[in-house]
């Protein structure tokens, strides 16, 4: 099958239109014709190589929304034509001790859908049929494919932490992440507060259901909310002052990273004195996705989009950069 | 009750006899005449001020065995003459949410045997009663001081993380801690290796119950232990390649600090990627002590003790100081 997609040629270029052959679709496999995809802001990391992954010509998407069009011989539980959704992985080899014990997501050979191969910046997009994600009918589709990494990956924390409605949950960084994050706390019945440089951002803070604002652009406004979490989320890859921000937890409390913040510097007397711990989650299994789909269903959860056609990626592309995404963008096919 | 105990007059003196009057005793408190005191390294660290937190004359001391003397009109659970042991905690609010929960050693206003008062290198001390645990039959009294701080320091954690006996567990640092939690995780069905600079320690470390030994003095000698641990459990206080150890953990593995590490420098891509975290605990709750004395009791661990005369608590800080304790040294009243 010819795959039209776009594609970027290095570091320093743009996306342009690219096409590629795809084999016959392997047993445990499917092809999936997209008709939307997100932007994650690991779209643009792996496209300037930040963390040496990338392959060029180089492929981005893993924020899918799309129909089956071919599925292998060993797939069962998916039907051509059914709504799907792909997130970061696309593959696991089903046979480790982490795959037997349904956490797929931290298969050692997990393949990802942008590494070392063609991510959803395109008409089709393969997968094995394990990741793909049926859509039930009371999910916004057009609007779901950042549920599938940006999502899953502040949804996990807060299953991964056994976070209560009677905790007290800070999120930093109120971006495409910080945004879902607020609203899936809420719903869990949470206090939510929402740590931000950016003040403009409190009116849609509160809207997405976060209790507090709080500006934390300097150590002192940061100081009236020492004590007070349970856990801290940090849903941002800026270098973070980690023995400010654990100050903010209370006793037995955890900082939780899922953005790919620079190495921080770490004392123990907070992690042995007040028992407090510092985790991290990639993304989340299968059946952790289907679980938050319910879920965002029931409690009418969903990214803020902004649209742009997918040839219009390199202008997408731009905003992101620009740090103007409110709060996820979504490329729309343009011929499903 | 004037009280006959030793006492350092500044940092950089030694111990010498000091007498103190101890008022009468208060509703919820006891007094014990001291019959073994153990010396932990953290007494060592307040001698010499290195936390900021001593006044001199300081009489250090919080590893105590020893009889009930006297008690105050609300303590109806221990009788005089009864046989307890105090460690680090003397004193706890009984009222915030952490004893509420049972979770006194959390407390935030928990006095310290050893901080703004006096400790056990002495003929008698005090403590509010809840702090002292009973001493069953079943226990060397003469050995056990040691579990009250170095023992239950070690024990908590294995609680706290949830190990099962499916678990492979690291030890780092085989001292007065080490050896005592090589015992803990053994007994608890655990596969347990011992990581020490000291080659030396092998043949102590397996009678402990270490399965394994690694010489961790270069970075190459870990290499062939990668991936391979539940929890790595730092029981040392020397400063640590915290990405290092990480990486001898399996996914969703934790790092776990109860030695005073000086700051650690912490990446998050194992945090996020393999689900790695990094935590901490301070001694443990009253009802945990007594978990722990009953689990020791059944089955026979017990802290590798050198006795000392407490008349002879120098030479005993000596052998301290140049790391010569083999395990935990023990200071005997002369005149019980």
């Known amino acids: 099958m010819l795959v039209s997609a776009f594609a970027a040629e290095s570091a320093k270029s743009g996306f342009s239109p690219y096409e590629y052959e795809l084999e016959e679709v392997g047993k445990d496999q499917v092809d999936i014709a997209v008709e939307h995809?997100?932007?994650c802001h690991s779209d643009l990391s792996m496209l300037k190589n930040d963390w040496e992954l990338t392959t060029y010509p180089f492929v981005g998407g893993h924020e899918v929304v799309g129909r089956v069009v071919a599925k292998g011989e060993s797939v069962s539980h998916l039907q051509i034509d059914q709504r799907v959704g792909l997130g970061w992985y696309s593959g696991a080899c089903l046979t480790c001790e982490y795959c037997l014990s349904g956490k797929h997501n931290l298969c050692p050979s997990a393949e990802a859908t942008i590494v070392g191969r063609h991510g959803g910046f395109a008409n089709y997009v393969r997968s094995q049929a394990l990741w793909c994600t049926p859509l039930s009918e009371n999910l916004a589709f057009a609007e779901a494919g950042p549920l599938f990494c940006g999502g899953i990956t502040v949804f996990h924390?807060?299953?991964?932490?056994?976070?209560?409605?009677?905790?007290?949950?800070?999120?930093?960084?109120i971006g495409g992440l910080g945004h879902l994050a607020i609203q899936f706390l809420n719903a869990w019945g949470c206090e939510v507060t929402a740590l931000s440089t950016t003040?403009?951002?409190?009116?849609?803070?509160?809207?997405?259901?976060?209790?507090?604002?709080?500006?934390?652009?300097?150590?002192?406004s940061l100081k009236a909310v020492e004590n007070t979490f349970d856990m801290l989320l940090v849903a941002t890859n800026a270098k973070l002052d980690a023995e400010l921000l654990m100050s903010l937890l209370k006793r037995e409390g955890t900082l939780h990273i899922v953005g790919a913040v620079p190495e921080m510097?770490?004392?123990s007397f907070q992690l042995i004195e007040h028992q407090k711990s510092i985790t991290g989650s990639p993304?989340?299994?299968?059946?952790?996705?289907?679980?938050?789909?319910?879920?965002?269903g029931r409690k009418d959860i969903a990214p803020a989009t902004q649209h742009f056609p997918m040839s219009e990626i390199n202008e997408a592309f731009e905003v992101l950069k620009k740090g103007g995404a409110r709060y996820r963008i979504v490329l729309d096919a343009e011929n499903g």
Chains 1, 2 share one sequence.
């Open 157 to 173: 924390p807060i299953l991964q932490n056994k976070i209560k409605a009677t905790d007290h949950v800070a999120v930093l960084g």
């Open 265 to 267: 510097e770490v004392g």
């Open 37 to 39: 995809c997100g932007i």
């Open 199 to 220: 003040a403009e951002k409190e009116v849609e803070a509160r809207s997405y259901g976060a209790d507090h604002f709080v500006v934390c652009r300097d150590p002192e």
């Open 283 to 296: 993304l989340g299994s299968p059946a952790l996705v289907n679980e938050m789909l319910k879920f965002c």
